[in-house]
Structures are given as C-alpha cells and as structure tokens.
C-alpha cells in the first residue's frame, strides 16, 4: 500500500504564479485534508473535504482554492502565489473507523520568491 | 472552541533520560487522542491513541493516559534513545477536524 502519496516534492514559485498541489490515497477513506506547516505554529488546516463531492473550509483557506476529484485525489491550488504562502504542505486522509486516526502524506515544500 | 495546549520546546535531553511532554486540552465532548510524531523531512505518523477515558496509549516504549478529569495526555518514556529525535504533535480529534498543538521538538544527545 502507497497510502497518502504527493508531487511534487519540492517546488519554487515567483509571486503572481498558480500551481496545483496533487494528492491521491488508496485506503478508501472518505475524509481528505489540506494542512500547512509553518515553524513555531504546527499544523494549520487549509481545506478539508468530508466526502467525495463536498469541501469545506479549514483555518486558513485564504488564497487557496480546493478540488475533490473522486474519492482518492484531492487537489490544492494556488491562483496566484505570495511569498506568505512559503510553507511545508501536507495532504492526509483520516481513518473510517471511530478513532479517527489520520494517515499524512510526505509533504511539499513550496518556496514562493 | 476547541483547542490543545503542548509544551514548548525544544527539549534537550541525554540518552537514557526519562521523557515527559505535557498536553492539555479543550474540546467538546470526548474526543479521541493522539499523539503524531514528525522525524526529519517527513510527515508526521501516528505514535499512540486513546479513544476514552482512562485508556493507556503505548508504543515503541512511549506512553499516555487519557485523563479525562484533568483533560490531559501527557507523553512519557521511561529511556529516550537518539533515534526519538523528532517533534511530537499532541492532538485530540473528533468529527471531521483534528486539533494539532504547536508541536514540541525533542533532541536527544549520545
């Protein structure tokens, strides 16, 4: 099993440019998440989706917009990046059963100059 | 709303040392507990849970009770070894949102 698997890996954006971060995982869950990671503040939720066909917004959603694909991707996008958006990015997916543990992608750490 | 309250860091501690990271909690109802572990260029995974009161969370030596009265789960181990060198995220989850504390990194010296 892959798991919560994501590209890319690393990426550099000049300010005004969009990308879309890729997120897929292969354990049939139903709850997806978009998080950031900024030092001395943990983890920050950025959109999440409860299910195929609904996203809702986290934390901090400013700036970002989401797409739930299908049941195992689920995308973040950036229109038009500011360096305030430099951070570590990690997607994950969360369990069926009642603990609902979450299962975390490698993370993408986007630069924005 | 809910929130999580994890000790600040970073913790400096020898091989061998005994480990305790204080966690505290707010939150509606009765959430599950965990507590995530990020090494170095990685995403966090889960270290151990609790899904109620009283329950002891434990793994690769390390421990916590979920204490409902005090809502609390601290993080113990009685032996930190170098290879524990990671930051620890303390998180009560429940419904569609987990809460993660601001992490606490821990360096462990030979």
């Known amino acids: 099993n892959a798991g919560v698997t994501q590209t890319p890996k690393f990426q550099v954006l000049k300010t005004g440019q969009s990308m879309t971060l890729q997120c897929a995982q292969d354990?049939?869950?139903?709850?997806m998440y978009w998080y950031r990671q900024d030092p001395g503040m943990g983890l920050r939720l950025i959109y999440y989706s409860a299910s195929e066909g609904t996203t809702d917004k986290g934390e901090v959603p400013n700036g970002y917009n989401v797409s739930r694909l299908n049941k195992r991707e689920f995308s973040l996008r950036l229109e038009s990046a500011a360096p305030s958006q430099t951070s570590v990015y990690f997607c994950?997916?969360?369990?069926?059963?009642?603990?609902?543990?979450?299962?975390f992608g490698p993370g993408t750490r986007l630069t924005v100059t | 709303g809910d929130s999580v309250t994890q000790m600040e860091g970073p913790v400096t501690l020898s091989e061998e040392a005994f480990l305790t990271i204080n966690c505290t909690y707010t939150?509606?109802?009765?959430?599950?507990l965990f507590w995530y572990v990020q090494y170095p260029g990685e995403g966090l995974q889960l270290l151990l849970k609790?899904?109620?009161?009283?329950d002891k969370g434990s793994n690769k030596g390390f421990e916590a009770t979920y204490r409902k009265e005090t809502t609390s789960f601290h993080l113990e181990k009685g032996s930190v070894q170098v290879s524990d060198s990671a930051v620890y995220f303390c998180?009560?989850?429940?419904?569609?949102?987990?809460?993660f504390g601001a992490g606490t990194r821990l360096f462990v010296k030979a």
């Open positions: 609790a899904t109620k009161a009283d």
């Open positions: 354990m049939n869950h139903n709850s």
């Open positions: 994950a997916s969360r369990s069926q059963d009642w603990s609902h543990e979450q299962y």
């Open positions: 998180a009560p989850g429940g419904g569609f949102k987990t809460i």
């Open positions: 939150a509606t109802g009765y959430p599950s």
